[in-house]
């Protein structure tokens, strides 16, 4: 079991890659926190857990609220006492062309993608540097590397989140803490459910594997960046695409 013994915190864990990962880390024997805006999400995901004898935690917050991301920090450290892994998972989109994106939509991603992805982190980190050690995993996309139409809002969220991660490597590494991103490519979630059939089929031709990833495939990475087998990984931008030709 290569998380035994450790505490994880998991945002978005109600559904898609987030759900798949706070499984996964369960079964290497990690403690989770399922995080998620929607309570009823996470206890679904922790049911899960539980029923195949993990240990797991299901807690209500808004990763974009700060006073919400620090009730569910003391939470988890009143349950577990330590947080060994925090993976910046929970995000959105609300896609549309540069002159016809408004406000609303703007700021509700960057609040959630970006923002959320540094209250979270930053009410964690003086934990991890106080125990000596941690290990953070801020999920960014291939979109944030290459851009996508229609998405000038999340891809300056997903852009930003490596940004942040190697800012957060060079500042957190002297007291132990890992800090990478991960940029997913095409994964079978809802959250492509609003992409065109027509859109897919071009992903899929231009994907040298042929498909979409699977969330266990982008959960296997995270397991392997959560654990001591990634001890000397920090800064990294792990693409995880098939291989993708954006
Ligand atoms: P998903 O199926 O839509 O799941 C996202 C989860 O985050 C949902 O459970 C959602 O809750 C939760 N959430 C949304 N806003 C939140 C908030 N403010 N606070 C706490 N939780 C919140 O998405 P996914 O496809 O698994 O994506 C997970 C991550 O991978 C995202 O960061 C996404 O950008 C990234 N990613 C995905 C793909 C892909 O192809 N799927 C590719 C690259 C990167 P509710 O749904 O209940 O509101």
Request: aromatic share 6%; charged share 20%; net charge neutral.
């Given at each position: 079991?290569?998380?035994?013994?450790?505490?994880?915190?998991?945002?978005?864990?109600?559904?898609?890659?987030?759900?798949?990962?706070?499984?996964?880390?369960?079964?290497?024997?990690?403690?989770?926190?399922?995080?998620?805006?929607?309570?009823?999400?996470?206890?679904?995901?922790?049911?899960?857990?539980?029923?195949?004898?993990?240990?797991?935690?299901?807690?209500?917050?808004?990763?974009s609220?700060?006073?919400?991301?620090?009730?569910?920090?003391?939470?988890?450290?009143?349950?577990?006492?330590?947080?060994?892994?925090?993976?910046?998972?929970?995000?959105?989109?609300?896609?549309?062309?540069?002159?016809?994106?408004?406000?609303?939509?703007?700021d509700a991603v960057i609040n959630v993608?970006?923002k959320g992805?540094?209250?979270?982190?930053?009410?964690?980190?003086?934990?991890?540097?106080?125990?000596?050690?941690?290990?953070?995993?801020?999920?960014?996309?291939?979109?944030?590397?290459?851009?996508?139409?229609?998405?000038?809002?999340?891809?300056?969220?997903?852009?930003?989140?490596?940004?942040?991660?190697?800012?957060?490597?060079?500042?957190?590494?002297?007291?132990?803490?890992?800090?990478?991103?991960?940029?997913?490519?095409?994964?079978?979630?809802?959250?492509?459910?609003?992409?065109?059939?027509?859109?897919?089929?071009?992903?899929?031709?231009?994907?040298?594997?042929?498909?979409?990833?699977?969330?266990?495939?982008?959960?296997?990475?995270?397991?392997?960046?959560?654990?001591?087998?990634?001890?000397?990984?920090?800064?990294?931008?792990?693409?995880?695409?098939?291989?993708?030709?954006?």
């Amino acid at each position: 079991m290569r998380l035994k013994d450790k505490v994880a915190i998991v945002t978005g864990a109600g559904h898609g890659i987030g759900k798949a990962t706070a499984l996964a880390f369960a079964r290497e024997g990690a403690r989770v926190a399922a995080v998620d805006i929607n309570l009823a999400g996470a206890e679904a995901t922790v049911a899960e857990i539980t029923a195949r004898d993990g240990m797991a935690l299901a807690v209500q917050a808004d990763v974009s609220q700060a006073a919400s991301v620090e009730t569910m920090v003391e939470t988890v450290l009143a349950w577990a006492g330590r947080i060994d892994v925090l993976l910046n998972n929970a995000g959105i989109t609300r896609d549309a062309r540069l002159v016809k994106m408004t406000e609303q939509q703007w700021d509700a991603v960057i609040n959630v993608n970006l923002k959320g992805v540094w209250l979270c982190t930053r009410a964690v980190a003086p934990h991890m540097s106080a125990q000596g050690g941690g290990s953070i995993i801020n999920v960014s996309s291939i979109v944030g590397l290459y851009g996508n139409f229609g998405q000038s809002n999340y891809a300056a969220t997903k852009g930003g989140v490596i940004a942040m991660t190697k800012t957060w490597a060079r500042e957190l590494g002297a007291s132990g803490v890992r800090v990478n991103a991960v940029t997913p490519g095409f994964i079978a979630t809802e959250m492509i459910g609003t992409i065109p059939e027509k859109v897919i089929q071009t992903v899929q031709e231009r994907t040298p594997l042929r498909r979409l990833g699977k969330p266990e495939e982008v959960a296997a990475v995270y397991v392997f960046l959560a654990s001591d087998d990634s001890s000397f990984v920090t800064a990294s931008v792990i693409q995880v695409d098939g291989g993708l030709l954006w």
